[in-house]
């Protein structure tokens, strides 16, 4: 099929949209025009799309895209923003889905293509499908639909002879041209399986690296999909998307200190065990002597984790973070690359709350200023500031880089009870003796404290 | 298209991924993985023309299935992107 000149000139035109859009996005100045770049470049790829000869089931076509659209974007807009990462998940699961079925269309028709072209397509179907899948779980287990992580018996062993099975079943595919239709069905039996069985085990803490793979799969598949449709644009911005995907996916792990190997096939087990037994004994204080603690110091830095979050607690400790501010205290804020489900996902969080990007710090801008400051309150987090990661060998979260606030001259925890965190590892923190917890829900003791605050003037 | 020079798209694509992320700031990495996953939709317009020639039902259901998975893909991935870039600000109320 030729395509012409003119419709090939604006799928161009589409490319270089998403381009100039993705560097866009790399600066927060920036950013907020290049996602709009990038959708000018969809709207005028998928236009284009429609003035290509031949083409027929048009009526199909403009349903799908509205039925599609739609359903996307009324979701998109109603979803909270702490519930974001899973979105992006089902999104990306769709986009992987659709490049799998664009290849089974074309296996369907048994349209002749060379060698080269058939593997790829195989390799876009096979990866699309496990994307599709696997995403779908990612989903299901962000929003709490599948509550626990599920391990099969010998849990490796089926992922490996599930993914020699479809490589196989590919094989056989591109081997018998055209294949029987019963080959391809069972070959996307399996890569659907496939997806579906080696992300069944992951736990939610692992979710974001997991969700930033598939991301760069899906990408992969599209690009391939593209080669076998002769279009650049689609090889283009699939290629990108999984080349940045999998150095998002690196970036994401090293953050962790988790090698990617580990995250797929040995999850943290999460009943704590390995590390020294802790000595000491956690020591409570009240909200009133939290504020007073904050109210007259010089410096303060406030350490956010998810469990800030899921009490929707950022508004209030932005209140909370003003007043500091009017009495003079210097307030900062410390991410780790991995608070929230998504690395910056807290930054998107706190940006929500009206908190400007300008006082908000990465790890290595702010540890050093950890001995300096006179309280470092820490809110929902835990296995980012636990210093057992820099001293215990033996804990499973040991050399993962943290947050020092136990450098802090002190230390306010709030914490919902003494549980441990996502890892299930003891946190030394809470028994060092600079340190105080303060028991209970995020929200109304940040709540508590700004009463408190507002009395002392 | 003749395989090399698809080759070198390939490649050329790949090392601009990889640029565009590597001095990307933390902060911009959900942003940016969201918008990624958005610019990977436009796998809706290799639906479109997979759709546009299927012939028999079969096809045109799986075609069906791929151009609103495709759409869904582009238009959620836009609305979460644009949605999450719109909250960062420099000053409050500014």
Known sequence: MDTPFYVQFFWFLGALLFILGLKGMSS?????????????GMIIAVVATFFVPGLQNIALMVAALLIGSAVAWISGQKVQMTDMPQMVAIYNGMGGGAAAAIAAVEFSRGGHHDLATTTLTVIGALIGAVSFTGSCVAFAKLQGIMKKA????????????????????GVAVIGMSPADPMLIVLFFVVAL??????????????????????????????????????????????IVVGASGTLLTQLMAKAMNRPLTNILFSPITGNGEGGQAIEGTMKELNALDAAAMMRYASKVIIVPGYGMAVAHAQHKVWEMTALLEEAGVEVKFAIHPVAGRMPGHMNVLLAEAGVPYDKIYDLEEINGEFPQCDVALIIGANDVVNPTARTDKSSPIYGMPILDADMAQNVIVIKRGKGTGYSGVENALFYTDNCRMLYGDAQPMAGEIIQHLKTMG | MTEMLALYIFMLAAFTGYEIIAKVPVILHT?????????????????????????TVTEQAIGFFAVALGAANAAGGYVVTERMLGMFKKKEGA
């Not at chain 1, 002879?161 to 479809?166: D, E, G, T």
């Not at chain 2, 809706?44 to 546009?52: F, I, N, R, S, Y």
């Open chain 1, 28 to 40: 927060p100045v920036t950013a907020r025009k290049g996602i709009v770049w990038a959708g000018y």
């Open chain 1, 150 to 169: 599920f391990r099969l018996p010998a849990q490796n062993t089926v992922n490996v002879v599930l993914a020699l099975l479809s490589v196989v079943l």
């Open chain 1, 193 to 238: 399986v496939l997806g579906l069985i080696v992300t069944l085990p992951i736990g939610g803490a692992d979710m974001p690296v997991v969700i930033s793979l598939f991301n760069a799969f899906t990408g992969l598949a599209v690009g391939f999909e593209g080669y076998m449709q002769n279009n650049p644009t689609l090889i283009i911005a699939g």
């Open chain 2, 31 to 55: 942003p940016l993985m969201s918008g990624s996953n958005f610019i990977h939709g436009v796998v809706v317009v290799g639906a479109m023309v997979a759709l546009g020639h299927a012939e």
